[in-house]
């Protein structure tokens, strides 16, 4: 990955590129970056400690999912790790036995600041993951938009299980699966498969070992088809709506629809409807 790709793209791509350059400085790598078809792959490249998200870790995710985050070409993300293996075994827990609560306290605020990069972003997120996801890592997919697991992956909350309760990961989980399963993972510590997450909400599909990159590709071409823009505006409702009344919820969702309407965006897709052919999306936010 080049370096200096970072370096034009504003504040956001420039910590990212600090962070790929310290771990190029070190020989360290955290992660792996691709882009095609306005599809950008954030795979977790640290297998010595079975991705853990540590310090590091973290801000290299923060960096990449905010960089060039406006940029009408990007359309999706997908965070994945090498198939088979651990996507993310959650927080390093050598950076936990340090006696600095200022240390502490940034592993965990950087860690809900990638959460908040997530659900902020003007894209949909999407977890490919083949493989175990623990504690922070089952955090890290509870938070994306969309969640596509094989059949061999695990999921689990086990941090009690080493006198660190998954307070933080059960933040998501709990708005993701039902109480009663959420709590089983978080008392007991024992993973559930990739058909149970599945069957709970915590993964929005399961698939066969070998056909993961067939499902994401098949999301993420979904995605291209949109406008951009409306399912930005989308994402940012269904994110705010969440914790309204339904009463308020729906006021704000009859407000944000018709102002979806005014988009050029909207309309071009209502005529291309009608005409029967392919909409020529603008991606952009302007009224008609």
């Known amino acids: 990955m080049i370096v200096s790709k970072f370096a ?20 360290k790598k955290y992660v792996e970056i691709t882009e095609r078809n ?6 977790l490249s640290d297998p010595s400690t079975r991705n853990s998200l540590s310090l590091e870790m973290l801000k290299c995710l923060v960096g990449e999912i905010k960089r060039d985050e406006s940029n009408k070409n990007l359309r999706s993300i997908v ?4 198939p088979g293996k651990v996507f993310s075994a959650g927080h390093n827990l050598k950076e936990l036995t340090a006696t600095s609560d200022k240390s502490h306290k940034d592993v965990f605020e950087t860690c809900s600041d990638l959460m908040r990069a997530i659900s902020q972003s003007p894209v949909p ?23 596509v697991c094989t059949e061999r992956s695990s999921f689990s909350t086990p941090g009690a299980n080493v006198g660190i309760f998954c307070s933080t990961p059960g933040i998501p989980l709990v708005r993701n699966v039902p109480r009663k399963n959420a709590m089983y993972m ?3 510590g024992f993973p559930i498969s990739g058909e149970e997450a599945y069957e ?3 993964v929005s599909k399961v698939v066969a070992d070998d056909k993961l990159d067939e499902e994401i590709r098949r999301i993420t071409d979904a995605i ?24 308020t919820a729906y006021l704000l969702g009859t407000e944000r629809m018709v102002n979806n309407l005014k988009m050029k965006d909207a309309q071009e897709g209502i005529r291309s409807f009608v005409e029967k052919r392919k909409p020529n999306w603008s991606h952009d936010y302007e009224d008609n």
Do not use: W
Request: proline residues 1%; hydrophobic residues 45%.
């Open 79 to 82: 965070l994945t790790s090498e």
């Open 38 to 43: 306005g599809v950008r792959t954030i795979r």
């Open 224 to 247: 291209n088809m949109k406008s951009r823009s409306v399912v930005h505006i989308g994402k940012t409702f269904l994110y705010k709506q969440m914790d309204l009344d339904i009463e």
């Open 186 to 188: 978080l008392f007991t």
């Open 200 to 202: 709970c909400g915590l």
């Open 125 to 147: 997120v999407i977890a490919a993951v083949d493989g175990l996801a623990a504690a922070a890592g089952c955090q890290l997919v509870a938070a994306c938009d969309i969640a």
């Open 8 to 27: 034009k793209n504003g504040p956001a791509a420039f910590q990212a590129g600090k962070c790929i350059a310290r771990a190029l400085s070190t020989q």
